[in-house]
């Protein structure tokens, strides 16, 4: 007789991230569940083999059945745009905060073993010294950081109190296939490349010197997949997931390629640096594609020479 697959719960599994992370699990073996209100993310996204419950997470007695019989939670719903958060703070904060709540809540009733969450770089705000490490007192400069920072806390509590193992990933600007150009996780490279796709030209915030630490998803997926297993997480850990360098607006548009126009400069951060020491540490985790390669990927996609 076979083994019976092991469950796991991916929210925001038809999104960017988690319909990545979702593949990666059915690939492992494992029976995948995905919860996804079809906000932000696409059903062409989830994996034909998965199990997709169209469900949002903020509709606690809807979720709760779903997270019977479940091993690991994949947490990747959120509402996650900046400025989304600013305008309306709180529809966000229902979705990012009481969504995880409800995440963490069902998941702790259930008996799952470990809850594994997107966290965001954006926890960190505006910081003195780069590179940026975990032991840095968060500094968010929106509704959005702050929210995704009160999730971490959230997890490290449910652990302390109920025992539930979680660990939380802090994530470095996220890029590869699937992401949507326009969406909640737009991203320079997107952009870059969508504006190029229909003859515009590459628009750039103020003047370019800001840098980001560009993460590719498939070294985003391995980190999450370790964090999944790991001997050495599950007591509510913070841990960046990032490249470990980073690049300006300006380099990133030379190695697309095209015209550039520069546009007026936005509040934000001006550089953001992932130091990933504790990654290897704990998860044994190094990134492995570098950014020009990812670009190249990306554009092929894309139909960009």
Partial sequence: MKNKKEKVIVTGGAGFIGSH?????????????????????????????AIFHKVDICKIEEIKPIFVGAKYVFHEAALPRVQFSIEKPIESNEANVTGTLNVLFCAKEAGVKRVVYAASSSAYGDQKKMPLV???????????GLQKYIGEMYLRLFHQIYGLETVSLRYFNVYGPRQNPDGAYALVIGKFLKQLKTGGVMTITGDGTQTRDFTNIYDVVNANLLAMKSSKVGKGEVINIGAGNNHSINAVAKMIGGEVEHIAPRLEPHDTLASNKLAFKLLGWKPKVKLADGINELKKIWGIK
Wanted: no cysteine; net charge negative.
């Fill in 21 to 49: 992370i979702g593949d990666a699990l059915i690939k492992e073996g494992y029976e995948v569940h995905v919860i996804d209100n079809l906000s932000n993310g696409k059903e062409e996204n989830v994996n034909k083999k």
């Fill in 134 to 144: 975990e032991t840095m007192t968060g500094n968010p400069k929106s509704p959005y």
